[in-house]
């Protein structure tokens, strides 16, 4: 696990380093990934169904808030339903409507919900959805979940049903409105989804934020199982015809998920946990404390040994030699220079010249410089 939490660590200073250049790729994926799905389903107009104009799509929304790509992916998919019929493309704005004055009045800032919804359930995983919201979302998350649901219920109807509705006279239209409107919203498998996805958010949510040891392991694992019981008595009540390979794979994908957020969101160590008590003038407070998982990181010293320098071994008697013959004071035969007439000798000359010598020898032992 500590290897998991340097990682952790090696990946949020990167990510820190360039946010902003990192929060542009990402949402250009995002971007992209929505039109191209928009339109694989819906995508009857075929000038705004090719690449190049998802392309283009998607680098505009790059350089605008989240919230913006929401409403591009809203107005591509009223243009391809209006290529398909004018009463479809009125229902489908009517209901649009509905939706942003839910979405803007209780989930403003839920744009990624919106837009991660439809992507979960073209990769076929869209049980991660209610796990990961109520890991690391409030419940008004729930709004954003609910309309992106709809909003694929819908263009897997007008898939489906495009053979029939294009081709439609006007006398037709306001009975293709009502039956596209009765077909959404009469599918079972829609509010068999959304019902265990209601439950599955509040089961994690409310197990995440409980103080018993491995919270969040707990609360994914029991809105999981919640999830599959709720998908299946649905299944067999109702007689939905579920995919079971998707539902275990969407489970198993869930549980991934749900260990990364923790990782990254949620990293304590419970065998340090501790139990305090506090008091005051009106109440006894009982605190439950674990702290986070911190791993120092290693740092790498390199010392450095210089090689050792071999001694010069010195010759005294030469030294001496240099030294009297610089001064003018040695004789012939490296005797004592001799005095001139009227001059004292000095005693302490030799110690002087002895003193020096032993300083050099020092200096060219330790590598000392003048």
């Not at 919230?67 to 479809?88: F, P, R």
């Not at 994690?204 to 299946?232: C, E, P, Y």
Request: with cysteine; aromatic share 10%.
């Amino acid at each position: 696990m500590d290897s998991i939490y340097v990682l952790r660590g090696r990946l949020e200073e990167l990510y820190g380093r360039n946010s902003k250049v990192y929060d542009k790729v990402l949402q250009f994926i995002l971007a992209m990934a929505t039109f191209v799905i928009i339109n694989n389903n819906v995508g009857f107009m075929k000038a705004a169904a090719t690449p190049v104009a998802a392309f283009v799509l998607a680098v505009v929304c790059t350089f605008l808030p989240l919230s913006a790509t929401v409403v591009m992916a809203t107005a591509l998919i009223l243009l391809h339903m209006y290529s398909v019929s004018l009463g479809i493309f009125a229902m489908t704005a009517v209901l649009f409507l509905i939706m942003y004055i839910f979405y803007l009045r209780l989930a403003p800032k839920m744009a990624l919900i919106v837009l991660l919804t439809p992507i979960a359930f073209s990769l076929k995983i869209p049980y991660v959805i209610p796990v990961a919201c109520g890991l690391v979302a409030s419940p008004g998350s729930l709004i954003a979940v609910m309309c992106g649901t709809l909003v694929r219920s819908m263009m897997e109807y007008v898939k489906k049903a495009s053979a029939s509705i294009e081709g439609a006279d006007i006398k037709s239209m306001l009975s293709q409105a009502t039956d596209y409107v009765s077909k959404v919203f009469q599918n079972k498998e829609l509010w068999v989804v959304i019902i265990a996805f209601v439950i599955c958010f509040f089961v994690v949510f409310t197990l995440r934020r409980a103080s018993m040891d491995h919270a969040w392991k707990v609360a994914i694992i029991v809105g999981i199982i919640a999830n599959v019981i709720v998908i299946v008595a649905g299944d067999i009540a109702l007689g939905v015809h579920t995919s079971y390979g998707t539902l275990i794979g969407g489970s198993i994908a869930s549980l991934i998920v749900g260990l990364i957020l923790e990782v990254f969101f949620f990293s304590v160590d419970y065998t340090r946990g501790e139990k305090l008590q506090f008091e005051d003038d009106e109440y006894y407070y009982y605190v439950k404390a674990v702290p986070k998982v911190s791993i120092a990181k290693s740092e790498k010293t390199v010392k450095r040994i210089n090689e050792r320098q071999e001694t010069e071994i010195i010759n005294t008697e030469a030294v001496r030699r240099k030294s009297g013959a610089a001064a003018g004071k040695a004789g012939k035969n490296n005797r004592r220079p001799v005095p001139r007439k009227g001059q004292a000798v000095k005693k302490h000359d030799m110690r002087e010249v002895d003193k020096m010598l032993l300083t050099q020898s020092l200096r060219k032992d330790l590598n000392l410089r003048d």
